[in-house]
């Protein structure tokens, strides 16, 4: 840390209550205490200023108190001087008061005056009276006398000498008659001056404009001048505008197509014209008028106020011929009307130097001896002039809202920003789902998702370019919403095409490998998982590619808010490369709402939130149709063999009791029984899953969106996630396990994927069988009863080798388990709301 300066030290010292506290203070170890070298040297030097300001001060004290020392003795004969005059004072004033006569009363005088002073104001008042009606009674003739004789100027002071008169006038009757004079012989002057105005504004004659102006300022009359001079001025560019009117891609359809010129073409066209006006005008306007800025902003707006149709009216009719893709061509007239913008603040930055200054008194001379010192503060007196009327010219030109009526035209466009961005984003994106699935089956469609992912995500970050050079990123929550419902509605349309049935079906049948040719899948099963597995990789890419364009995203809405920060830190509006009205214009917009800055601030936030949460949702969606796909066919064999198991006759066989229970109702072990054939053929084929695993362990597909897989335990997910975090770091072969709520991948090994795979096809096929294939049994003998328990028994135990616990087999088993009388006497106890027990107790007579 730098050393305090002796001017710090010192004040540390004052707010000290004594030198040793300040010094306990300094000398205590803190993270941000300085260096007692430093301390030192500073102490030093500072004992150094203090000993010469102590000499100074001394030697200054020791000469006052000799200047004190030899002025007071003089002081004594000043005051008795100063006494002696005002006693001789007293005595001539006594003299002169006796010899004065006496006088009237003071408040006698005063009021006599006052009387004197009222007649004489009200003698001038009548006096003034009789000249303005005299002047009156002659102003007619007098003015046709002078336009008679082109006396312009004449004439003009004449009227402005009468109308200075007419407050005279103010409620008496003569009033409306004086003035419909006036107002008609002023008619008659500009009468007499237009067709000379006219040709001299067109001849850029500036010395007679500005006479004229002075003629036209002097009977009230600027305004009319000002129309004069804008409309020549403004005719090339109102004509331009009608005549190409005609040519223009939205106008009327007779004209033919390639005699039609595109808007945003010509508005480059008129812009540039415009800007060669005003470049001519930066000369002519300050020679002819006294207030150039005002005048060229009031031109400005005028010459966009008279365009027919306006500016509005062109844009959204852009909106009728071209469809959402308007939004573009506007986009680009927006960036062409900011250049012209930028090139127009310029000219106005110029023009105020062309004011020209006022007439201010000169000094007088000074001595000699103070002539360097004068002329010093006569240049420091010239440069605060100078600056004083730049800022106040600067004021002027904020406060000048051109700019603002140019870019109003856009504002109603930048306000619905969200909405044409999603009709626009909805046209672009149409494409993406053109070749779906099953459309067109030959395509790869693997490939075909990453390809089409590409343009979706070029065309949404195009989109991000667009709502920033056309509102700056005030429409930023209108952009989230429209991005985010438009990726879903891509997502949801290869979700639906996927999923339109239940299985996925591929031309190019896949063989099985070596060691698994033993299980009972066909070729097309194998097409069917290879199919599946390619699409999960083809999602899970869209997910990065997701997170990507988020991250993009947020950091934009970062840049934002710290903008928006750093700008009312100062005091000002945030709107980067915006001109002053463009910037006011969004500023105090609809756009600039609570949902901006609540979006803005969780931009910010940490940990960060994913933005866009309904593309996220469809991802999942389309995750889980995939898995779900994925693993019907992985159990379809399974699915074909227990869909006869609720069929055999073996469930209402009678068998031999004595092989269930003695006379004497004593248990025999029900795993003396043998597990049915169906049931044994579903365990090896649940036993055989693990070695499917075990080939597909490498492929980071299966570690995709593990939390929409089917039938999966969220509590039995987070305990893998703990699993892996607490062990070695040196795990050979992780792979990234995504879920796609999530912004952070979690790290998941092939073991804990296939754990996840397989708890998830071990809770399916129970609740398959569960929900599904034991509730069609009709009935249960006491040996099919038994035999059943066995199966459960048997099935629970394979289940459980896979890490699946699973509630309602093993109350299928418990309930089945039960004689007669126990399960009579547990119906009577909790029949209500248990499914499983009713279905049981159908089957085996007990209700």
Same mark, same amino acid.
């Given at each position: 840390m730098t050393s305090p300066s002796a001017s710090a030290l010192v004040q540390e010292l004052d707010d000290s209550p004594d030198v040793l506290t300040w010094l306990n203070d300094t000398l205590t170890p803190q993270d941000n205490g300085i260096s007692l070298a430093a301390l030192e040297s500073l102490l030093a030097d500072l004992l150094t200023a203090t000993d010469i300001s102590a000499v100074t001060t001394s030697s200054s004290l020791e000469r006052t108190i000799d200047d004190v020392s030899r002025s007071t003795p003089r002081l004594t004969y000043d005051l008795h001087f100063m006494r002696d005059g005002a006693l001789s004072l007293h005595s001539a004033l006594a003299a002169v008061t006796a010899r004065v006569p006496a006088a009237p009363t003071t408040s006698a005088a005063l009021d006599k005056l006052q009387m004197l002073d009222t007649a004489k104001r009200r003698m001038e008042a009548a006096r003034d009276v009789l000249r303005e009606a005299e002047s009156w009674s002659s102003l007619e003739a007098e003015v046709t006398a002078l336009l008679a004789e082109r006396a312009y100027e004449k004439a003009a002071e004449r009227l402005s000498e009468a109308s200075r008169s007419m407050p005279v006038f103010a409620g008496t009757p003569e009033?409306? $008659?004086?003035?419909?004079?006036?107002?008609?012989?002023?008619?008659?002057?500009?009468?007499?001056?237009?067709?000379?105005? =006219?040709?001299?504004?067109?001849?850029? @004659?500036?010395?007679?404009?500005?006479?004229?102006?002075?003629?036209?300022?002097?009977?009230?009359?600027?305004?009319?001048?000002?129309?004069?001079?804008?409309?020549?001025?403004?005719?090339?560019?109102?004509?331009?505008?009608?005549? @190409?009117?005609?040519?223009?891609?939205? #106008?009327?359809?007779?004209? $033919?197509?390639?005699?039609?010129?595109?808007?945003?073409?010509?508005?480059?066209?008129?812009?540039?014209?415009?800007?060669?006006?005003? %470049?001519?005008?930066?000369?002519?306007?300050?020679?002819?008028?006294?207030? +150039?800025?005002?005048? !060229?902003?009031?031109?400005?707006?005028?010459? !966009?106020?008279?365009?027919?149709?306006?500016? +509005?009216?062109? !844009?959204?009719?852009?909106?009728?011929?071209?469809?959402?893709?308007?939004?573009?061509? =506007?986009?680009?007239?927006?960036?062409?009307?900011?250049?012209?913008?930028?090139?127009?603040?310029?000219?106005?930055?110029?023009?105020?130097?062309?004011?020209? +200054?006022?007439?201010?008194?000169? @000094?007088?001379?000074? $001595?000699?001896?103070?002539?360097?010192?004068?002329? =010093?503060?006569?240049?420091? #007196?010239?440069?605060?002039?100078?600056?004083? %009327?730049?800022?106040?010219?600067?004021?002027?030109?904020?406060?000048?809202?051109? @700019?603002?009526?140019?870019?109003?035209?856009?504002?109603?466009?930048?306000?619905?920003?969200?909405?044409?961005?999603?009709?626009?984003?909805?046209?672009? !994106?149409?494409?993406?789902?053109?070749?779906?699935?099953?459309? %067109?089956?030959?395509?790869?469609?693997?490939?075909?998702?990453?390809?089409?992912?590409?343009?979706?995500?070029? =065309?949404?970050?195009?989109?991000?370019?667009?709502?920033?050079?056309?509102?700056?990123?005030?429409?930023?929550p209108g952009l989230v919403s429209s991005l985010d419902s438009s990726l879903a509605s891509f997502i949801d349309s290869w979700t639906q095409s996927l999923t339109a049935n239940l299985s996925i079906h591929s031309n190019t049948p896949a063989e099985s490998e070596d060691d698994l040719a033993d299980l009972d899948y066909s070729p097309q099963d194998w097409s069917n998982i290879q199919l599946a597995l390619h699409l999960l990789a083809s999602t899970r890419a869209v997910l990065d590619r997701l997170g990507i364009f988020e991250s993009k995203l947020r950091a934009a809405l970062v840049q934002i808010a710290t903008a928006f920060r750093l700008a009312q830190h100062e005091g000002g509006l945030y709107t980067p490369g915006a001109t002053k009205g463009a910037g006011l214009l969004l500023a105090q917009s609809p756009l600039n709402s609570a949902t901006l800055h609540t979006l803005l601030s969780s931009a910010e936030s940490q940990p960060p939130a994913p933005l866009l949460t309904i593309t996220r949702a469809s991802i999942a969606s389309l995750a889980r149709a995939l898995q779900s796909s994925l693993q019907h066919t992985l159990l379809a064999p399974l699915h074909a063999h227990l869909s006869s198991y609720a069929s055999l006759s073996l469930w209402s066989s009678s068998g031999d009791p004595k092989s269930i229970r003695t006379a004497s109702d004593l248990h025999v072990p029900v795993f003396s029984l043998s597990p049915s054939d169906v049931v044994q053929r579903v365990a090896e084929g649940l036993l055989n899953l693990p070695r499917l695993f075990e080939v597909y362990a490498d492929d980071d597909a299966l570690g995709f969106s593990l939390n929409t897989l089917p039938d999966i335990d969220e509590a039995y997910l987070s305990g893998l996630s703990e699993q892996i975090h607490v062990q070695s770091p040196e795990l050979g072969h992780n792979k990234r396990a995504s879920f796609v709520s999530s912004l952070k991948p979690v790290v998941l090994s092939p073991e804990a994927v296939a754990a996840a795979w397989l708890s998830s096809l071990g809770h399916s096929i129970l609740s398959h069988l569960t929900s599904s294939v034991l509730p069609k049994i009709r009935t249960l003998s006491i040996a099919g009863a038994a035999q059943l328990s066995s199966d459960l028994g048997y099935l629970s135990n394979i289940v459980r080798a896979l890490n699946v616990e699973y509630e309602e087999l093993d109350r299928w088993k418990e309930y089945v388990g039960m004689n007669d009388e126990e399960g009579r006497r547990v119906v009577g106890e909790k029949s209500q709301g248990d499914q499983v027990l009713v279905l049981v107790a159908k089957m085996r007579g007990w209700m």
């Open positions: 009033y409306e $008659p004086r003035r419909a004079l006036m107002v008609s012989l002023q008619n008659q002057l500009e009468a007499a001056l237009s067709s000379a105005l =006219v040709g001299a504004i067109n001849s850029g @004659d500036t010395a007679l404009c500005r006479n004229f102006y002075g003629i036209f300022a002097n009977i009230q009359r600027e305004c009319e001048f000002r129309n004069y001079y804008f409309g020549s001025r403004r005719a090339g560019l109102v004509a331009l505008w009608q005549n @190409d009117s005609e040519v223009l891609d939205d #106008s009327e359809p007779s004209v $033919p197509a390639a005699q039609k010129q595109v808007f945003s073409a010509f508005w480059t066209t008129f812009c540039a014209g415009f800007l060669a006006v005003l %470049n001519a005008e930066r000369t002519s306007i300050p020679a002819i008028f006294p207030d +150039p800025q005002i005048t !060229l902003s009031t031109f400005i707006t005028s010459t !966009l106020s008279t365009l027919q149709p306006s500016s +509005p009216q062109r !844009l959204a009719s852009l909106f009728n011929t071209a469809g959402s893709s308007a939004l573009k061509d =506007v986009i680009a007239i927006y960036k062409t009307t900011e250049e012209f913008a930028a090139s127009t603040d310029k000219i106005m930055e110029k023009i105020q130097f062309s004011v020209r +200054p006022m007439d201010g008194a000169q @000094d007088s001379p000074l $001595p000699p001896k103070h002539t360097r010192r004068r002329s =010093v503060r006569m240049s420091m #007196s010239w440069r605060s002039n100078s600056a004083t %009327n730049f800022s106040r010219a600067q004021q002027s030109n904020d406060l000048l809202d051109w @700019d603002q009526t140019l870019f109003q035209a856009f504002l109603d466009f930048q306000v619905e920003y969200g909405t044409l961005e999603r009709r626009l984003l909805s046209d672009e !994106l149409a494409f993406a789902s053109t070749l779906t699935p099953d459309k %067109n089956s030959n395509v790869d469609r693997a490939r075909l998702l990453r390809e089409r992912a590409v343009d979706v995500f070029s =065309v949404a970050e195009e989109s991000l370019v667009r709502c920033m050079a056309f509102t700056y990123g005030y429409a930023a």
